[in-house]
């Protein structure tokens, strides 16, 4: 990725620098997420949308969220993930050869968002994995903040968040997939 140590480093004091809740984190935590990120192979950058450090509920305590850019970054391959709004045509369905096979063509615009969908080609096999309406309405209810401010991006990293769980993956998409479960789990149980 190109990310070195300096630079998620520096990128973390900048962040933290303009945000008093990170400003209340302990060092040696915040520390410890920098070397977690740099080892993830992930870009602290805001612009770019891959990672984001967030303080948590507990005083001095924080941990990383990855976007659905960064998971496309683990990813290593073409990765396509798609919302499907009210008013879309769309249908899912099992073809005869097992996969999971959607068609999806874009309506007029509509405001609510009622599926998404991520798919990735391995080894010439297509995956699609679909995300319901349910899913999505439970996610957004329970969820913090971000889910309330930027659903649709938080939407897009659960569809592919949850594709790869399907699929074979890399020690590096594997220790990912590890650190994801670890902060859902503290998001659920506050």
Same mark, same amino acid.
């Given at each position: 990725?190109?990310?070195?140590?300096?630079? #998620?480093?520096?990128?973390?004091?900048?962040?933290?620098? /303009?945000?008093?809740?990170?400003?209340? #984190?302990?060092?040696?935590? =915040?520390?410890?997420? %920098?070397?977690?990120?740099?080892?993830?192979?992930?870009?602290?950058?805001?612009? =770019?949308?891959?990672?984001?450090?967030?303080?948590?509920? +507990?005083? !001095?305590?924080?941990?990383?969220?990855?976007?659905?850019?960064?998971?496309?970054?683990? %990813? /290593?391959?073409? #990765?396509?993930?798609?919302? *499907?709004? &009210?008013?879309?045509?769309?249908?899912?369905?099992?073809?005869?050869?097992?996969?999971?096979?959607?068609?999806?063509?874009?309506?007029?615009? /509509?405001?609510?968002? *009622?599926?998404?969908?991520?798919? #990735?080609?391995?080894? !010439?096999?297509? $995956? *699609?994995?679909?995300?319901?309406?349910?899913?999505? +309405? +439970?996610?957004?209810?329970?969820?913090?903040?971000?889910?309330? @401010?930027?659903?649709?991006?938080?939407?897009?990293?659960?569809?592919?968040?949850?594709?790869?769980? @399907?699929?074979?993956?890399?020690? $590096?998409? @594997?220790? %990912?997939? $590890? *650190?994801?479960?670890?902060?859902?789990? &503290?998001?659920?149980? +506050?």
């Amino acid at each position: 990725v190109g990310a070195t140590p300096e630079r #998620v480093w520096a990128q973390l004091r900048s962040i933290v620098s /303009g945000n008093h809740d990170l400003s209340m #984190v302990a060092p040696e935590r =915040l520390a410890a997420l %920098a070397v977690q990120i740099y080892l993830l192979g992930l870009d602290l950058d805001p612009q =770019l949308g891959q990672v984001w450090i967030r303080p948590s509920g +507990k005083r !001095g305590e924080a941990s990383i969220m990855i976007g659905y850019r960064g998971w496309i970054a683990l %990813a /290593g391959v073409p #990765v396509h993930c798609q919302l *499907v709004y &009210q008013g879309d045509d769309f249908r899912a369905r099992f073809s005869s050869d097992g996969g999971l096979q959607v068609e999806h063509e874009i309506g007029p615009g /509509g405001s609510e968002v *009622v599926a998404a969908y991520a798919s #990735v080609t391995i080894d !010439g096999e297509r $995956r *699609v994995h679909v995300i319901p309406q349910a899913r999505i +309405k +439970k996610a957004i209810d329970e969820g913090g903040r971000t889910w309330k @401010t930027h659903p649709e991006s938080m939407i897009r990293a659960m569809a592919i968040r949850e594709l790869f769980k @399907t699929i074979p993956a890399s020690p $590096r998409l @594997t220790e %990912a997939l $590890r *650190v994801d479960d670890l902060t859902s789990s &503290q998001i659920q149980t +506050k």
